[in-house]
């Protein structure tokens, strides 16, 4: 170990026991507050790694190759980081992060203030009016059950485009599969009213701001429990019943995120260089090799399938976005594009890796189910490759932070800090060290039954670790 070395280990092991917990911190300051996103990183741990680092060596260029709704990267503009790399394979992350870290000017956030919020005000009585003479014409004249997944629930778009072909009328909309599943009759009038406003305006930091304002409402204002990540639909009594105020919960929305934006730009002073793209962290093409001071970044857990679905979370939002960087069927696919999401089936492979610990426990996992270790071996495969290409995108001397929890399959804890030290040798890592916290508010689960059995129930993460890694 260097001096250098020596001195960070010495800062981060003699703080006291609690300090990573953050009891009282608030997760939702400053543009940090801007949408919701599934196991988001409490931002005072990546501010508080990267002052340590500051106060040793200059960081000229940080990274998170998860970036997830960008946590790290403001938390990077705020310490005065120059060059800021950011990449994550779900779209809404991309988008959500570009607008936490794009300052807007008193003139932008003016014109959405009036001109933008009066249009839709005048246009709001009418459109209103438009809406429920629709919702009339599915439940009153056609009979439809809006809470029924055939006719109504599958077949939106017909009846949409029905009603305005008889009245003579164009309505462009957003068409998608099970569009009426997810969304009543008069919430699709009113939410397409939103959208094809934003669409209309020119300037793109506005746009994509108001769009992700449009995002949480579209979630909001969906037949989805909104206390759930995962798409899980009303019980039908409670969709029937659904009349959400469509347009007051975007400009409730809008409103707290003009002030969080305002907050950010009082408190932002410096210009960093921003490089937010939508890339795989396996390969990493938008990142120059050798050019990273710091890593710090929280991988997904390896069950995006099942307990954080990133994809799922997104979905409706992505469907009603149509961004031009993706299709439908790519939104359909994100949760099998994310690490470990296509599963492996190459035994004689676990030792390849180089981490003793995953192989031990992948034996102990497919003795009790062969399928399943395969399926978490897919993760680590992922992962390893994610490593690799990180690495060669750090310059030498660089130090990487990662912040990771180790989950329990089949009853058999996975130590992916231990299984990522170990993993990182062979691409010139060395592991300095590894600190803990515990986690005191992460919307998640805190018991699952991993073994599917009926009240049979372990506890998941309650803790993180932070593993400390350098590029030799
Ligand atoms: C734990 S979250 C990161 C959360 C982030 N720290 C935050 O505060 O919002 C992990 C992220 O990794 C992303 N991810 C998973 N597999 C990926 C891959 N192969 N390439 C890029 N990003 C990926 C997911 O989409 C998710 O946003």
């Known amino acids: ?148 997944k055939a006719e109504w629930g599958n077949s939106a778009d017909k009846y949409i485009k029905q009603y305005f072909e ?54 909001t204002v969906s037949n989805t429990r909104n206390s759930e990540f995962k798409l899980f639909r009303m019980r039908p009594d409670k969709v029937a019943t659904f009349r959400p105020d469509v347009f007051e919960e975007y400009f409730k929305i809008l409103d707290r995120n003009i002030s969080k934006m305002q907050d950010f730009v009082s408190a932002c002073k410096s210009n960093s260089q921003l490089h937010i793209n939508f890339d795989d962290t396996r390969i990493l093409n938008t990142i120059p090799d050798d050019s990273i001071d710091l890593v710090i970044t929280s991988p997904p857990y390896g069950d995006s399938r099942t307990t954080v679905a990133y994809g799922q979370f997104s979905r409706l939002s992505l469907q009603w976005l149509d961004l031009d960087y993706t299709t439908q069927q790519d939104v359909i696919n994100i949760d099998k594009n994310l690490l470990g999401g296509k599963p492996y089936i190459h035994k004689e492979q676990w030792s390849f890796l180089g981490s003793n610990t995953l192989v031990d426990t992948l ?38 932070f990662w912040v990771v929890g180790n989950r329990t399959v089949k009853l058999e804890k996975l130590f992916t800090d231990k299984i990522i030290a170990e993993m990182a040798v062979k691409y010139g890592l060395t592991h300095l060290f590894s600190f803990g916290r515990n986690i005191l508010n992460k919307v998640m689960p805190s018991l699952n039954s991993p073994t599917n059995e009926k009240g049979l129930r372990v506890k998941t993460m309650t803790t993180e670790t932070v593993v400390v890694l350098k590029k030799e």
Request: proline share 3%; with cysteine; aromatic share 10%.
């Open 166 to 219: 008889n009245k003579n009328k164009t309505f462009n909309f957003q068409s998608f599969t099970n569009l009426g599943f997810w969304f009543t009759p008069r919430v699709i009038i009113l939410l397409q009213t939103i959208k094809n406003a934003i669409k209309k305006i020119d300037d793109l930091c506005i746009k994509d701001f108001l769009l992700i304002a449009f995002s949480e409402t579209v979630r």
């Open 1 to 148: 170990m260097t001096e250098l070395d020596l001195q960070l280990k010495n800062d981060f092991e003699n703080l006291p026991e609690d300090f990573w917990d953050f009891k009282k911190a608030t997760t939702r300051d400053l543009t940090h507050g801007l949408h919701y996103y599934p196991a988001t990183m409490v931002y005072p741990i990546s501010q508080n790694i990267l002052k340590i680092v500051q106060e040793h060596t200059e960081i000229n260029s940080l990274m998170d190759p998860f970036m997830g709704s960008g946590t790290v990267i403001v938390e990077g503009m705020l310490g005065g980081i120059h060059e800021l790399y950011g990449t994550d394979l779900n779209p809404l992350a991309v988008l959500m992060s570009k607008v936490k870290t794009t300052k807007l000017s008193e003139q932008q956030i003016a014109y959405i203030q009036n001109d933008h919020k009066n249009l839709l005000i005048t246009l709001s009585e009418k459109i209103n009016k438009v809406a429920d003479e629709f919702d009339n014409y599915i439940q009153t004249d056609l009979k439809l059950d809006i809470t029924a």
């Open 363 to 400: 034996e102990r996992i497919s003795d009790k189910d062969p399928f399943r270790a395969d399926d978490v071996f897919s993760f680590y495969v992922d992962l390893d490759k994610c490593l690799y290409s990180i690495t060669k995108k750090m310059k030498t001397k660089s130090y990487q």
